[in-house]
T-cell receptor
Framework: DVKVTQSSRYLVKRTGEKVFLECVQD?????MFWYRQDPGLGLRLIYF???????EKGDIPEGYSVSREKKERFSLILESASTNQTSMYLC?????????????FGDGTRLSIL | QKEVEQDPGPLSVPEGAIVSLNCTYS??????FMWYRQYSRKGPELLMY????GNKEDGRFTAQVDKSSKYISLFIRDSQPSDSATYLC?????????FGDGTTLTVKP
């Protein structure tokens, strides 16, 4: 089975802090994604990556950056956390772009910014 | 208008009922179709994946895709309390997926 592991299930940080969310997948997937999920707004794509050291902006990239130094690991960075970034963050992975294979998700990180 | 519209629910049914969950979409480029199940405070779990029009069955679950009408459905037979969750439809093209907002289902014993 595909395993996508997010480093923290729950995280509490303070306004202005730099926050790192880590995601690792064990299926040698090329594609990796970061979403946030909020009630009434559904899943919104923040950033995605098709390969090591590659990144593409999603629908809501403002206030976030990403890093992909190794194929299996994709990090989401909140440069200066703000209260409106309190949310459930979900990482996903899938096979390469044209394979038309579904995404597999981790269990999420519930992040609270105080 | 959103590319994917999902019946919002919430939906509450008695145990043993047949459940129908539905989504419509506008982008004819979508090539593959998924249903995810998400329990409270967990990530979405892939339930069904199909690449073509027609029906796909897996146990009590049947996914139906009608590309001509741009309409997909998930049917759950003999629903169980353990089926209580939020169900997300998703559609994909070239590695990216677009998700519905989810329908929350409660199956009462």
């Amino acid at each position: 089975d595909v395993k996508v592991t997010q480093s923290s299930r729950y995280l509490v940080k303070r306004t202005g802090e730099k926050v790192f969310l880590e995601c690792v997948q064990d299926m040698d997937h090329e594609n990796m994604f970061w979403y946030r999920q909020d009630p009434g707004l559904g899943l919104r794509l923040i950033y995605f990556s098709y390969d090591v050291k590659m990144k593409e902006k999603g629908d809501i990239p403002e206030g976030y950056s990403v890093s992909r130094e190794k194929k299996e690991r994709f990090s989401l960075i909140l440069e200066s956390a703000s209260t409106n970034q309190t949310s459930m963050y979900l990482c996903a992975s899938s096979f390469y772009e044209s394979s038309n294979q579904p995404q597999h998700f981790g269990d999420g990180t519930r992040l609270s910014i105080l | 208008q959103k590319e994917v519209e999902q019946d919002p629910g919430p939906l509450s049914v008695p145990e043993g009922a047949i459940v129908s969950l539905n989504c419509t979409y506008s982008n004819s480029a979508f090539q593959y179709f998924m249903w995810y199940r998400q329990y409270s405070r967990k990530g979405p779990e892939l339930l069904m994946y199909t690449y073509s029009s027609g029906n796909k069955e897996d146990g009590r679950f049947t996914a139906q895709v009608d590309k001509s009408s741009k309409y997909i459905s998930l049917f759950i037979r003999d629903s169980q309390p353990s089926d209580s969750a939020t169900y997300l439809c998703a559609m994909g093209d070239a590695g990216k997926s677009t998700f519905g907002d989810g329908t929350t289902l409660t199956v009462k014993p």
